[in-house]
């Protein structure tokens, strides 16, 4: 080889997979923002070389690297062209307004360049199941901005989108009884549905009106926002056609016009939708499939268990079929009526207090009312006054508790999560509802678990040690880590013991000065 055609560093190898932001833009020719705003819609993220250096020719500077191929595949999206025309729009809409041009900034408005995103969204998501693997965030994002302030850096439009899509999917949840688990935290609503045979968990916020933070890049934010909108819309569309259920969804009511019946006509038709108390149109139960399957699923012991799994799912499915509900005005509504009519039972609340009411408080036939005052004006003895825990706890339960700890003005008990192991500290009163729900087994194995794992521990200190030097550089360092997070753990289990030693004996003590 002549010297001249020596291979230079840098030129061959890992060093040409990657490029840098800096690169990238220029190569793009765009925006910082519309650079993290394209990457954003078509799922790019940056990689970490696994040496620095040698990619930056001996520079140790901190850089972001993405994958070449990556950035030659963005080049080729029509999206950037709607970018860079949405730019020019600007700047002519600058000059036409420094002008005093109306007429001009008029037909540059009716011209402004827009786009979908339609194409990436297949691109991303070829299947309807990797569509559902990616609807935790999704769902979590588009019911945070529904409840925004429409006074604020989020424009009116989104946050209707937002509460358009969040709404179409709390009535999917109700027509197809796929809600599995709650739990009310701080943030929010945890719920957790199944859809095509996969677990869904994502937050509903608190309906209460909070100033967007100050600290937070809406611009990013708004970018994911901008593909999960049109991804949740794919989704509903497929969910409502899986049911035979009209979409948009409109109201199954004779009173109401075609017109006025629509989501998106009038206020009062959105209103009655957002209620989730009415009945959509065209909803068609496939019954057949349901007595084949019944056919099949006999004379063999692993289909009876499964038949027996399923009607365990159909009993909870209408867990209050034979229940009829009133709310009072000072109740959260939404989820509350979204869980009751979920699994099966009947809700009404006050004419006055919103529309969609299907019965008065007065009614003979109400079996439990929720309210969440201590004490009541008036009481009627045929039916049960409880507070709104008591919905929670017998979902997460999947059976009707008794109403004697949730009656007004009581005490509540403690409201565990059902998205938490049993590893770690466990509280007494959780054990004993585990108990009574038939968890007993759990325990008996979880003790045989801890005798397999002392079986296992079981080697003397000697040949223990001997085993750790024996390990190479990278598998030690590995169970340093492991040892390590282990002790953390179990310190933080016997923190959480002494905690509660304390506050029992605190509590023994006050009773006993009292008495």
């Known amino acids: 080889m002549a010297k001249g055609d020596r291979q230079k560093k840098g030129e061959k190898g890992a060093a040409t997979n990657y490029i840098t932001r800096t690169q990238a833009v220029k190569k793009l020719q765009l925006t ?165 045979g996969k677990d869904v968990t994502f937050i509903i916020p608190h309906r209460f009106t909070t100033p967007p933070p100050t600290n937070i890049d809406f611009r990013v934010m708004l970018s994911f926002l901008e593909i999960y909108t049109t991804l949740v819309g794919f989704v509903n569309f497929k969910l409502y056609a899986d049911l035979n259920v009209r979409y948009p969804p409109k109201a199954l009511d004779a009173v109401f016009t075609e017109k006025s019946a629509v989501y998106y006509g009038d206020d009062i038709a959105r209103e009655r939708l957002e209620s989730l108390n009415i009945h959509l149109a065209n909803v068609e139960r496939d019954t057949d499939m349901d007595e084949i399957d019944e056919e099949l699923l006999t004379g063999d012991e692993t289909l009876e268990s499964l038949r027996a799994e399923r009607e365990n799912e159909d009993k909870f499915k209408n867990l209050f079929q034979h229940c009829k509900f009133f709310l009072a005005p000072e109740i959260p509504r939404e989820i509350l009526v979204l869980l009751i009519r979920s699994l099966g039972g009947e809700v009404s609340w006050s004419s006055e207090t919103g529309v969609a009411s299907t ?127 282990n002790k953390k753990k179990s310190s933080a289990v016997n923190k959480l013991k002494r905690k509660r030693e304390e506050l029992d004996e605190s509590k023994k003590a006050n009773t006993k000065k009292s008495s």
Request: glycine share 6%; net charge positive; aromatic share 10%.
């Open 32 to 196: 910082l923002p519309d650079f993290r705003k394209i990457c954003i819609l078509k799922g790019i993220y940056p990689h970490e070389p696994k040496n620095k250096r040698k990619i930056a020719k001996g520079s140790s500077a901190p850089k972001t690297y993405y994958y070449l191929k990556d950035i030659q595949y963005l080049a080729h999206e029509p999206v950037l062209e709607k970018f860079r025309e949405t730019k020019i729009f600007v700047k002519k809409m600058k000059k036409a307004l420094g002008r005093e041009e109306p007429g001009t900034a008029q037909r540059l408005r009716e011209n402004k360049p827009s786009y979908t995103l339609d194409h990436i969204v297949r691109e991303r998501y070829p299947s309807f199941g990797d569509a559902v693997r990616d609807l935790d965030d999704a769902l979590s994002l588009i019911f945070l901005f529904s409840t925004m302030p429409r006074q604020g850096k989020v424009q009116p439009g989104t946050i209707n989108r937002c509460r358009i899509l969040a709404v179409e999917f709390l009535h999917y949840i109700i027509a197809a009884r796929c809600l599995k688990r709650i739990f009310v935290s701080i943030k929010g609503y945890y719920v957790q549905v199944e859809i095509e």
């Open 359 to 485: 019965y008065d408080e007065t009614d003979p036939d109400i079996t439990h009312q929720i309210v969440d005052r201590p004490t009541q004006g008036h009481q009627f003895l045929s039916r049960c006054y409880i507070q709104p825990q008591w919905i929670f706890d017998s979902i997460n339960q999947r059976r009707l508790l008794p109403v004697d700890d949730y009656l007004p003005g009581s005490v509540l008990p403690p409201h565990f999560s059902p998205f938490v192991s049993g590893e770690g500290y466990v509280p007494p009163e959780q054990v004993e509802l585990l108990s009574r729900s038939g968890g007993k087994q759990d325990e008996a194995d979880e003790e045989g678990g801890e005798d397999k794992e002392g079986d296992k521990t079981s080697m003397s200190n000697e040949e223990k040690k001997l085993a750790i030097m024996a390990m190479p550089k990278k598998r030690k360092i590995l169970y340093n880590k492991m040892v390590h997070s």
